[in-house]
């Protein structure tokens, strides 16, 4: 089962744009997490924001949380060509025994120079 | 430091034939261990995670089963493939609440 809903489905910027993407999901969690794939490969993980904090850095991304309302957000600033590639967040939930992470569809961002 | 090997890369089979995908885990004892499934331009859809040896958790009913016969084995089977077993198989793995860390994957194509 998909918990976890990216919004948009597709991104297209230039680079130095910032680019935002959006989670959404349904049940009580541990913590969210955002994770990079690019075309043909495994995932690579990006991020972790536990559920009782509200924002965290890494580089040049910026995730935000907000358990009321059940929603990430994920900011990738001044992007460049190399960050196109599918994004997915992905929630482990909080009372499930087996701690599965849930992965959302995902948003694919394309960045042009 | 941890690996995790998945292999083939490629898998190209004919309807009604078995599958068997391998993945290990090096550098790491009792990791929590997942198969995961991606339709083309889809996300990951979790088929099954395991939390030890012989511990195996289905999500969603079907034509695949998975084992644990080793600490850090995971393998994902079929007795006979169906046209809709295609897709990008992910092997990962992670320790409770933490990041997960998957394999290159695994593309089947069933024909």
């Known amino acids: 089962s998909q918990q976890g809903e990216e919004d948009p489905q597709a991104l297209s910027i230039q680079e130095g744009e910032n680019a935002t993407m959006n989670c959404s999901y349904k049940?009580?969690?541990?913590?969210l997490q955002w994770y990079r794939q690019n075309s043909g490969r495994g995932l690579v993980h990006l991020i972790l924001i536990r559920s009782n904090e509200r924002e965290k850095h890494s580089g040049r991304l910026r995730v935000t949380l907000d358990t009321s309302k059940k929603s990430s957000s994920l900011l990738i600033t001044a992007s460049r060509a190399a960050d196109t590639a599918s994004y997915f967040c992905?929630?482990?939930?909080?009372?499930?025994?087996?701690?599965?992470?849930?992965f959302g569809k995902g948003t694919t961002l394309s960045v042009s120079s | 430091s941890q690996t995790i090997h998945q292999w083939p890369a490629t898998l190209v089979q004919p309807v009604g034939s078995p599958l068997s995908l391998e993945c290990t885990v090096e550098g790491t004892s009792n990791p929590n261990l997942y198969w995961y499934r991606q339709a083309a331009g889809r996300g990951l859809q979790l088929l099954f995670y395991?939390?030890?040896?012989?511990?195996i958790s289905s999500e969603v009913p079907q034509n695949l089963s998975a084992s644990r016969p080793q600490d850090r084995q995971f393998i994902l089977s079929s007795k006979k493939l169906l046209l809709s077993d295609s897709g990008f198989y992910l092997c990962a793995w992670s320790r409770r609440h933490t990041e997960a860390f998957f394999g290159q994957g695994t593309r089947l194509t069933v024909v």
């Open positions: 395991s939390v030890g040896i012989g511990q």
């Open positions: 049940t009580s969690i541990n913590n």
């Open positions: 992905a929630t482990s939930p909080y009372d499930q025994a087996g701690t599965a992470l849930i």
